[in-house]
T-cell receptor
Framework: AQKITQTQPGMFVQEKEAVTLDCTYDTSDPSYGLFWYKQPSSGEMIFLIYQGSYDQQNATEGRYSLNFQKARKSANLVISASQLGDSAMYFCAMREPGGTSYGKLTFGQGTILTVHP | DGGITQSPKYLFRKEGQNVTLSCEQNLNHDAMYWYRQDPGQGLRLIYYSQIVNDFQKGDIAEGYSVSREKKESFPLTVTSAQKNPTAFYLC????????????FGDGTRLSIL
């Protein structure tokens, strides 16, 4: 069963505007972690931001913030003041604890973000 | 600088041939992972290892094999049994801890000749 869903195959945003990339997840475990990664066309995976299931506040890292709505099981990435260099594929991923799966991530299908000048 | 090194960057495989992708890390991480990425798709887990001399199958292990003889190294062999090996392969490592992100290498692009 798919555990991470990114429903936006592609998104467009004007430079300097904000954009929200959607991510919903499914888990029955009360303890989990959510990650966002950026993948430029060169292929490397860049870690952006983390949100733990017990964190009381939404995570922020510079221009990145996470809109975490636990009851809705959503963890949307918000990028403020978009830059041309933000054009990339963005992946949401979830980590669940327990046994030999500790540390394993499940990735969504990704969203391609294009920033227009 | 600490990081993960994958080699080669590009690899070509002939029919019936086994090829091995290298992954080395100097981050002192216990856990290491191999993912496959097809064009426009997400990452799928092939194999992972939590400690030396131990590894587990991921979601798409058929046609692949790994070894973990040293903490720093986690090579992936794409065997001739893998009928559709053309993909982008990413190696990752992490410290234990729910909040710890996985760190990735730059990847290897494998193609069939």
């Amino acid at each position: 069963a798919q555990k991470i869903t990114q429903t936006q195959p592609g998104m467009f945003v004007q430079e300097k505007e904000a954009v929200t990339l959607d991510c919903t997840y499914d888990t029955s475990d009360p303890s989990y972690g959510l990650f966002w990664y950026k993948q430029p066309s060169s292929g490397e995976m860049i870690f952006l931001i983390y949100q733990g299931s017990y964190d009381q506040q939404n995570a922020t890292e510079g221009r990145y913030s996470l809109n975490f709505q636990k009851a809705r099981k959503s963890a949307n990435l918000v990028i403020s003041a978009s830059q041309l260099g933000d054009s990339a594929m963005y992946f949401c991923a979830m980590r669940e604890p327990g046994g030999t799966s500790y540390g394993k991530l499940t990735f969504g299908q990704g969203t391609i973000l294009t920033v227009h000048p | 600088d600490g990081g993960i090194t994958q080699s080669p960057k590009y690899l070509f495989r002939k029919e019936g041939q086994n090829v091995t992708l290298s992954c080395e890390q100097n981050l002192n991480h216990d856990a290491m992972y191999w993912y496959r990425q097809d064009p426009g798709q997400g990452l799928r887990l092939i194999y992972y290892s939590q400690i030396v001399n131990d590894f587990q199958k991921g979601d798409i292990a058929e046609g692949y094999s790994v070894s973990r003889e040293k903490k720093e190294s986690f090579p992936l062999t794409v065997t001739s049994a893998q009928k559709n090996p053309t993909a982008f392969y990413l190696c990752a490592s992490t410290q234990t801890g729910m909040h710890q992100p996985q760190h990735f290498g730059d990847g290897t692009r494998l193609s069939i000749l």
